[in-house]
């Protein structure tokens, strides 16, 4: 377990035990392996916690060393801690031991989030430095996306000269094009057969196991609404720390028992097929692009 997961995991058990629960029987039941859990073209936008930090900090150092170009001083940001909730799956996919370890990641965050301090924040008044940081509207780039959606950067800024320099020139148009195509597959999963007979076997075995819910992400939602009502009662929010735990390995549990990651796997499949018809030439540079500023990164 690493160390984030080991202290969301127990902030979460220090949670029920203030709240006076029982945290025996917290332990996965052996059995098979989960499947991977889907991700929209092999998670193509998706990096997950290792990879977005070593990303983001040659980020940094790269905006950083394009604002010394330009006569200003850039203190590399990190990134928050504590976020636990950065790897969510975009289906809510989950399994018993994430639910074991850190529920859903929603208390755990919010007990443990901190936003560094903004080593940048002298500079905040000063309009040059902001211009070269973040461009000017003389420059900005529109660029056409599927569904009709449309993105835009700054190409006189520091921060898209970071980006090209770190993924390629290309690479904000494709990853944002598959970020448009990857909701496009989520939502079109979410109304297939497969995806809401699963749903039904879903929400009767929630109901079985004492913890009712019609569809997938009301669990969640229940611990937002809880955490929201508990402001920062600390009693409170030990007491939503016990509702998430026993919530998400209710949740894992059925989603197991009805199949679901198998009922997405091949939703996602046939919606990929659709949606993703003609962007295979795309798909291909984007993973190129991706193994390449990883590699740069991680210096491997």
Partial sequence: MTSRRRTAA?????????????????TAAPGPAPLPAPRPFQGVTHYPGSQLTALHAAEED??????????FTYRPQPLPTG???????????????????DGYGI????LSMRPPADANAAEAANTRWKDAL???????????????????????SCVSD??????????????NTFQVLGDAVVQKVRTDRRY??????????????????????DPQATVDRRLGQAGQDQAELHAVAGVELKLSRADADCQA????????????????????????????????LREKALATATGS
């Fill in 257 to 288: 028992a009805t199949g679901l990651t198998a009922a997405v796997s091949a939703a996602q499949t046939d919606a990929e097929k659709t949606l993703g018809a003609g962007y295979a030439d795309e798909l291909a540079a984007l993973r190129t």
């Fill in 134 to 156: 973040l461009g000017t509207p003389a420059h900005r780039v529109n660029l056409a996306m599927p569904m009709k959606r449309e993105f835009f950067y700054q190409a006189d």
């Fill in 107 to 110: 208390t755990s965050t919010r």
């Fill in 10 to 26: 127990v902030a979460l058990l220090l949670g029920l035990g203030a709240a006076g629960c029982s945290t025996s029987g917290g």
């Fill in 196 to 217: 809401l007979a699963a749903q039904d076997s879903w929400s009767a075995c929630m109901k079985d196991a004492g913890s009712p819910a019609k569809a997938f992400g």
């Fill in 162 to 175: 970071a980006m090209s320099r770190l993924y390629g020139p290309e690479y904000y148009r494709l990853f």
């Fill in 62 to 71: 790269l905006v950083a060393a394009c604002m010394k170009r330009r006569g």
């Fill in 83 to 101: 976020n636990h909730l950065a790897d969510t799956n975009p289906y809510g996919l989950l399994t018993v031991a994430q639910a074991v370890n």
